[in-house]
C-alpha cells in the first residue's frame, strides 16, 4: 500500500511539474501615474522604470512570480485635458519603490523543456505594496515633505505576452496597471490627520499606476524527479 501510495504521489508530481524551470532577468521600461493630479492617460509612460524579476514555472500555464521595480511617479496638472486641473497648477514628483508576488498564467502551454521558438500571451496578477514619502499640497499649493513614508498596498493587472529568443532567454512585452489602497500617492491626501483639511481631490477614488515595459529573463534548472524512494 506504502509504494502504491509513492507511485501515486511521483506520477502526480511528474504531471504537474513537466514544464518546472526558473528564470531571473531584468524589467525595463516607464511608469505613468493616474489620480488626483496630472493628467490621466491610462497608458502614457513619462519616467523610467527598471527593475529584476524571478519567476519558477510551476506548470506550462502558470508560474509564480516576484518582482522589485523602482520609478518615480510624477504628475503635472499642465499635461491634463481637464481645464480645472491646468488652471490649478499642480505637479508632483516622488520615488516608489514596489516589491510584488503573484500568479502568472499563460493563455497557452510554454513549456521550456522543448525545443523550437514559441510564443503566449499571459495574465498576471497577485498582491504588490509600494514604498514612497509624503508629501502634501499647501494652501499655496507648494508640494511639501512630510518627512515621513509609507507603504502602498495594490493590486497588479498585467496583460503580456512573451517569446522564448534562444535555449535559455525569454523576451516579452508588458502592459501593468496597479490599483492601490491609497490616496497618498500625489500628495492630495496628507499622511497626517492634522492636515486632514488641506486634502483635495476625488477622495473616494484611489491612486493608479501603471508600469510599461519589457522583460528579459534568463532560464535556468532540470525538470525535477519526485521519484527517488
Known amino acids: 500500500m506504502r509504494y502504491l501510495f509513492l507511485i501515486f504521489i511521483c506520477v502526480f508530481f511528474m504531471q504537474n511539474t513537466k514544464a518546472q524551470i526558473y528564470e531571473v532577468g531584468v524589467f525595463a521600461g516607464g511608469s505613468n501615474f493616474i489620480g488626483?493630479?496630472?493628467?490621466?492617460?491610462?497608458?502614457?509612460?513619462?519616467?523610467?522604470?527598471?527593475?529584476?524579476?524571478?519567476?519558477?514555472?510551476?506548470?506550462?500555464?502558470?508560474?509564480?512570480?516576484?518582482?522589485?521595480?523602482?520609478?518615480?511617479?510624477?504628475?503635472?496638472?499642465?499635461?491634463?485635458?481637464?481645464?480645472?486641473?491646468?488652471?490649478?497648477?499642480?505637479k508632483f514628483n516622488t520615488s516608489i519603490l514596489e516589491i510584488s508576488a503573484g500568479m502568472e498564467f499563460t493563455f497557452w502551454d510554454f513549456d521550456l523543456h522543448t525545443s523550437g521558438v514559441k510564443g503566449t500571451p499571459y495574465l498576471y496578477t497577485g498582491i504588490s505594496v509600494a514604498n514612497h514619502d509624503n508629501y502634501y499640497f499647501t494652501q499655496n499649493g507648494q508640494y511639501t515633505s512630510e518627512d515621513t513614508s509609507s507603504w502602498a498596498y495594490g493590486?497588479?493587472?498585467?496583460?503580456?505576452?512573451?517569446?522564448?529568443i534562444s535555449n535559455h532567454l525569454v523576451l516579452a512585452g508588458e502592459i501593468g496597471a496597479r490599483y492601490t489602497f491609497s490616496d497618498e500617492l500625489d500628495g492630495s491626501v496628507p499622511d497626517n490627520e492634522f492636515r486632514e483639511q488641506l486634502s483635495f481631490g476625488n477622495t473616494n477614488s484611489n491612486d493608479w499606476y501603471v508600469f510599461s515595459g519589457i522583460t528579459l529573463t534568463y532560464t535556468f534548472g532540470r525538470r525535477p524527479c519526485y521519484c527517488n524512494f
Do not use: C
Request: proline content about 6%; charged content about 25%; aromatic content about 10%.
Open 36 to 90: 488626483d493630479v496630472g493628467a490621466t492617460n491610462y497608458i502614457s509612460p513619462n519616467q523610467l522604470a527598471i527593475g529584476g524579476i524571478f519567476k519558477w514555472n510551476r506548470s506550462p500555464r502558470h508560474s509564480y512570480r516576484l518582482s522589485v521595480i523602482f520609478s518615480d511617479l510624477e504628475g503635472i496638472d499642465g499635461k491634463s485635458d481637464d481645464p480645472r486641473r491646468i488652471q490649478r497648477g499642480y
Open 155 to 164: 493590486i497588479p493587472m498585467v496583460l503580456g505576452y512573451k517569446t522564448n
